[in-house]
């Protein structure tokens, strides 16, 4: 018997124990009470034959990961497992890769028959930099920021799949605050824009860097957003298990750190009240999923099966800039500004 399984017995046991003779003694309001209890902790643990655990929901299992034609998975994490940007220790990104392969490919996946101009926001450390550039016809504009302005010249080293020797690429991108500035490109200047893990970051006004984006946009212009799903198969479990799921203080200042995470639904509204029209959506892990080794998964998975598309890591949407964005900030994501900024759209 798995350590789950010895988990749920005991659990059944102390229920039963609860619900029968255990509290004979109890005054009668106590007992009813706790009968009551009992009686719900059993309904969710169910029964214990074979035929119910063969009824539990199936493992989450990530959508499945696109890769370019002709590459294998280990065929794209070959150079990824060789990066060194501006000259830092060859590995010292493994653990992002570990984090975030498939999610670059997922991201990838989403333009990789898209053509035209297209704007990288926050491009570092390159990786889907790379599969846009070698493995789409997109022509790319790269942006970060490092808490100034201007632009840079980075320097990234790998080895390409099927190769042995390093190849070396200069990434050239301007420098500006997404959230402080206005973006430095003339109004419909981009068909495609990515912004991807940093919705997540902001501070204050998610709504004005959406604005930016969808005014860079050319009209019906894509808009590619990846961001962390709040509500995750991870954290479901980490709150079961009274973990915190709150990032933690990071040493490279707020930005370093993820000040809001999103709920795909309110990720769709929030696109809606910028003027973006979705048309896909998903939920899929960055790497492949340990939930099912944790305590109480087969519990949870059980109350949570009613949205299984909605319980993967990332969030990733794909938008386009179909109308002008909604005046003032939408009521279900502000809150304390001055009077007449904030609008109904709940």
């Known amino acids: 018997m798995d350590r789950d399984s010895r988990r749920r017995s ?16 109890s ?18 643990l169910g029964p214990a034959d074979a035929a119910s655990a063969a009824a539990a929901p199936a493992e989450w299992e990530s959508p499945a990961v696109p890769t370019p034609a002709g590459l ?25 890769v570990d984090d975030s392969n498939w999610r670059f490919l997922h991201t990838w996946g989403i333009v990789r028959d898209d053509s035209g101009a297209c704007l990288e926001l926050g491009a570092n450390p390159y990786f889907t930099t790379y599969l846009l550039d070698e493995h789409t016809k997109l022509d790319l504009t790269l942006a970060n920021y490092y808490g100034g302005s201007g632009e840079t010249t980075e320097t990234v080293s790998f080895v390409p799949p099927g190769g042995s020797g390093r190849v070396e690429v200069s990434r050239r991108s301007l420098l500006f605050n997404v959230e402080e500035d206005e973006f430095p490109f003339p109004t419909g200047s981009f068909d495609v824009v990515l912004f991807c893990e940093m919705l997540e970051h902001l501070l204050m006004d998610p709504v004005a860097v959406l604005r930016q984006i969808h005014r860079v946009l050319r009209p019906n212009g894509v808009l590619v957003l990846t961001t962390p799903n709040v509500c995750r198969l991870d954290n479901v479990l980490s709150m ?5 799921i709150y990032d933690p203080y990071s040493g490279f200042g707020p930005y370093g750190r ?11 509204r929030l696109l809606e009240f910028a003027g973006f029209e979705v048309d896909y959506s998903l939920t899929a892990d960055g790497h492949r999923s340990r939930a099912a080794g944790r305590s109480f998964y087969p519990e949870v998975a059980r109350l949570v099966s009613f949205r299984r598309p909605d319980l993967g890591h990332y969030l990733f949407v794909r938008a386009r800039a179909t109308r002008p964005p909604r005046e003032g900030l939408p009521s279900f994501l502000y809150r304390s500004w001055p009077e007449g900024t904030i609008v109904g759209y709940d």
Request: net charge positive; aromatic share 6%; proline share 5%.
């Open 240 to 244: 079961v298990h009274g973990a915190n």
């Open 258 to 268: 993820h000040n809001r995470e999103y709920t795909r639904h309110e990720l769709h």
């Open 10 to 25: 005991e659990l059944r046991a102390k229920a039963r124990h609860l619900a029968g003779r255990g509290l004979r003694g």
């Open 72 to 96: 294998s998975l280990s065929d794209v994490e070959k150079p990824f497992r060789s990066w060194s940007v501006n000259g830092e220790p060859v590995g010292h990104l493994d653990g992002y």
């Open 27 to 44: 005054p009668r309001p106590v007992r009813e009470v706790l009968r009551r209890g009992s009686a719900q902790i059993l309904r969710a």
